[in-house]
């Protein structure tokens, strides 16, 4: 999918395009069976819904531990009774304060439009009218500020939301519709600073690098693509080197950088100036990124361009910075191949790959020892513990160590809908029926048309929907 059809763009777009207009309506989002509402009326977002029964209003009073199960099914029944919405009764039983309720509603929306932008697929359009809202909990929150707030936590790393705004050398510049919506907003700092940048000349790596912090730079210039306000349009006249890609230059490529040197990875020598080295870096991430490789005979090189570029950025961030370099050097990571391959990131990929190919040869022991090697090496990658996770979870004795791992990984990456399976899995396995269904529930939640969590949870709620248990979500389950 291209940076300009992105499902996230389009939804996000949809919402802010119609927010700036002040106009009434409902965004419909829909991934596979799972339905939500986005509810406009007259540019704020008022409400949503969803016809996933974990996603609805009263299930999420039960998780935020304001209603008990006991009680929420009691208004269920009464509400059906008397044909009215469980909102309105709700509010006739008192028994929880109205400040509250709107509070939760709000959480409850800016949780269901961080998971909508966060799926990978799906389709969305607008719908104008006035929503249908008689009786229901409302609010009135910007979308604007909601998708802004999201941006500084999704995606969970970096790279990939750098990888989410365009290959190297696009230039964003302001929209048609950029006026329009930022009449009424107020920038921060961060936004407004980059979006001044946005002059459809400056290449994106040089205006996300500009600055002291490249975290935010990449989270603010994200936050303004999806809302409509810049858009990154690519230069019309191409240089010469744009050449159509052969399969040769290609592997020759991946081969000078197999090394893992910095050095080698950008194409210059150990004495290269620092000017040496940005250009060197635009030059190969021009050439070279991952999105001139999603089409066309040289397509199956995509996943080790992904790499190699990630390497790229790595060695831009390492050269490009005096004290880093310095200490590069000092490490003696680039005076010789074998000195290179020590490298600890370098290693833990290899160990991690190394892993995953022993387990689908069922050597699962040796395996392990891989897997835990890498996550040792680099223990903030989440695929990483997921694997090991996965893996520790065949052993019974080791279920704990497979919990530990597996909670881990949800924490760096809290959208790893596996993760939240293989945990669902584990509880199961340890007759744990009520903690296991509520972990397949919410792995369902971030990836709906996964068979295995739909199968799972069949399999574990037959008889009859099996209730959550109270307290956090996510926590430590076994003994020591």
Known sequence: MSGADRHDRHVARLLCRHAARRESGIVRAERGKLRRLFCLEEGALVHVASNLLEEQFGEYLVRRRLLSPASRAALVVRATGERRKLAVVLREEGG?????????AEDLARELLSSTLE?????????????????????????????????RRFPVALDAVRMRLGPPDVRPAPTDDAD????????????????????????????????PDRNRALRSLYALMLA?????????????????????????????AASGDHYAVLGISRDAS?????????????????????????????PRFETFFAFVTEAHNVLGNPE????YDRAGASTSHEEARSDTTQVARQNFLKGRALATQRKFNEAVGY???????????PEYRLDLGLLLARNPRRRRDAEEQ??????????????????????????????????????RRWDPDDAETVRLLAEAEVGGRVPDEPGPLLRTRFAE
Not at 324 to 327: D, F, I, K, L
Not at 374 to 379: F, L, M, R, S
């Open 228 to 256: 409509g306000i810049v858009d990154a349009a690519r230069p019309k006249v191409r240089a010469a080197s744009d050449a159509p890609l052969t399969r040769e230059e290609c592997l020759a490529r991946l081969a000078s």
């Open 180 to 211: 329009r919506i930022l009449a009424d907003l107020d920038l921060g700092t961060d936004l407004r600073e980059i979006l001044v940048r946005c002059d459809g000349a400056t290449p994106l790596p040089v205006l996300v690098d500009g600055g």
């Open 371 to 381: 897997l835990e090697s890498a996550v040792q090496q680099d223990p903030n990658r």
């Open 406 to 443: 597996l909670l881990r990984a949800v924490d760096l990456a809290p959208s790893l809908a596996a993760a939240y399976r293989g945990l669902g899995e584990i509880y199961l396995r340890a007759e744990m029926r009520s903690a296991g269904c509520r972990l397949l529930r919410e792995a």
């Open 96 to 104: 929880i304060d109205p400040a509250l309720l709107v509070g939760a």
């Open 119 to 151: 799926w990978p697929d799906g389709s969305a359009r607008f719908e104008r009218g006035k929503p249908d809202l008689d009786g229901e909990i409302t609010f009135r929150l910007s979308p604007f500020e909601m998708l802004v707030a999201h941006c």
């Open 324 to 327: 880093q370099r310095a200490e």
């Open 274 to 302: 620092p000017a040496t080295v940005r250009s060197a870096y635009y030059a190969v991430a021009r050439r070279y990124h991952p999105d001139r490789f999603r089409s066309g005979e040289i397509q199956d090189l995509l």
